[in-house]
């Protein structure tokens, strides 16, 4: 029985079945599957059938800091669009590669950067060889308080060892540089999303919201590097630091080509 003691657990406290009972039907339910599943899955089919809500053991909670967020699309399936997103959450053990659906779930995500959150009711799918979380409209996100976990700086799996190994492996990651070279420029933007405007028939195009007035952002563009190479870098929008032109930075962000695309300064230390 120590198998399934943790689904025995679950029908004790929702049900008033005995264990004598509850051990009998799992047994009916083998015979009844030509012995080929092992008593385990067949607690779950019992618990199943009595009612038992067995979410927090077959998908138990998923906790982390939100370290990644792609951009929101749209479903082409089905009758009506739903929006969508990719996220990587991450742990003290492990990155978890997610994709929300629904206008609820998009917004709590897309404003969660670093925070802790909380994914419970998910469903497991394999894309591309890689497991997948999916976060549907009946999952259910919550911001869990920030002394939940460590600091996001203070999770290894957060941690890119090098520029290189960044490279290579894709995805969002928080490293240590040295900064060699800056230059700022500006450009227009959208007021709501900031990205680059075209401007198309004397009119400043947003390619999500459409004709907008344009504000003025910056682009700073960095030479970074550590041990393993030299990399350009790019920084959208105000600078916590005046210039980071020889400083010890910690930054998060990922590689797009061979450019690294920077989403977050943390700290920035200039050494006398």
Same mark, same amino acid.
């Given at each position: 029985?120590? @198998?399934?003691?943790?689904?025995?657990? =679950?029908?004790?406290?929702?049900?008033?079945?005995?264990?004598? +009972?509850?051990?009998?039907?799992?047994?009916?339910?083998?015979?009844?599957?030509?012995?080929?599943? $092992?008593?385990?899955?067949?607690? &779950?089919? #019992?618990? %199943?059938? $009595?009612?038992?809500?067995?979410?927090?053991i077959?998908? /138990?909670?998923?906790?982390? %800091?939100?370290?990644?967020?792609?951009?929101?699309?749209?479903?082409?399936?089905?009758?009506?669009?739903?929006?969508?997103c &990719?996220?990587?959450?991450?742990?003290?053990?492990?990155?978890?590669?997610? *994709?929300?659906?629904?206008? !609820?779930?998009?917004?709590?995500?897309?404003?969660?950067?670093?925070?802790?959150?909380?994914?419970?009711?998910?469903?497991? =799918?394999?894309? !591309?060889?890689? +497991?997948? *979380?999916? #976060?549907?409209?009946?999952?259910?996100?919550?911001?869990? /308080?920030?002394?939940?976990?460590?600091?996001?700086?203070?999770?290894?799996?957060?941690?890119a060892?090098?520029?290189?190994? =960044?490279?290579?492996m %894709?995805?969002?990651y928080?490293?240590? *540089?040295? #900064?060699?070279?800056?230059?700022?420029? @500006?450009?227009?933007?959208? /007021?709501?999303?900031?990205?680059?405007?075209?401007?198309?028939?004397?009119?400043?195009?947003?390619?999500?919201?459409?004709?907008v007035? /344009?504000?003025?952002?910056?682009?700073?563009?960095?030479?970074?590097?550590?041990?393993?190479?030299?990399?350009?870098? *790019?920084?959208?929008?105000?600078?916590?630091?005046?210039? $980071?032109?020889?400083?010890? #930075?910690?930054?998060?962000?990922?590689?797009?080509?061979?450019?690294?695309?920077?989403?977050?300064?943390?700290?920035?230390?200039? !050494?006398?």
């Amino acid at each position: 029985m120590s @198998e399934y003691n943790d689904i025995w657990k =679950a029908v004790s406290e929702q049900t008033g079945i005995s264990r004598d +009972d509850f051990e009998e039907k799992i047994k009916q339910t083998i015979e009844m599957m030509d012995g080929l599943i $092992l008593p385990r899955a067949a607690a &779950i089919i #019992v618990a %199943r059938d $009595l009612g038992v809500d067995l979410s927090q053991i077959l998908t /138990p909670a998923i906790v982390g %800091r939100v370290i990644e967020v792609g951009p929101v699309r749209k479903s082409t399936g089905g009758r009506e669009e739903t929006k969508f997103c &990719i996220f990587v959450v991450v742990n003290e053990k492990e990155r978890i590669r997610c *994709v929300a659906f629904g206008d !609820k779930n998009v917004d709590i995500v897309r404003d969660a950067d670093d925070k802790v959150i909380k994914i419970t009711n998910y469903i497991i =799918a394999t894309v !591309k060889n890689q +497991d997948l *979380v999916r #976060v549907t409209e009946n999952s259910k996100i919550e911001i869990l /308080p920030d002394d939940t976990l460590p600091k996001i700086l203070d999770l290894p799996k957060a941690w890119a060892s090098d520029l290189k190994s =960044a490279l290579e492996m %894709r995805g969002t990651y928080i490293i240590k *540089v040295g #900064v060699i070279d800056e230059e700022i420029t @500006e450009y227009f933007a959208c /007021p709501i999303c900031k990205k680059r405007l075209d401007f198309i028939e004397s009119n400043w195009v947003c390619p999500e919201h459409g004709n907008v007035e /344009p504000e003025t952002r910056k682009i700073h563009h960095y030479q970074i590097a550590d041990k393993s190479g030299i990399y350009p870098a *790019v920084y959208f929008g105000e600078s916590p630091y005046d210039s $980071l032109y020889k400083r010890i #930075v910690i930054m998060k962000g990922y590689f797009k080509g061979e450019e690294f695309q920077i989403s977050k300064i943390y700290n920035a230390i200039k !050494k006398q």
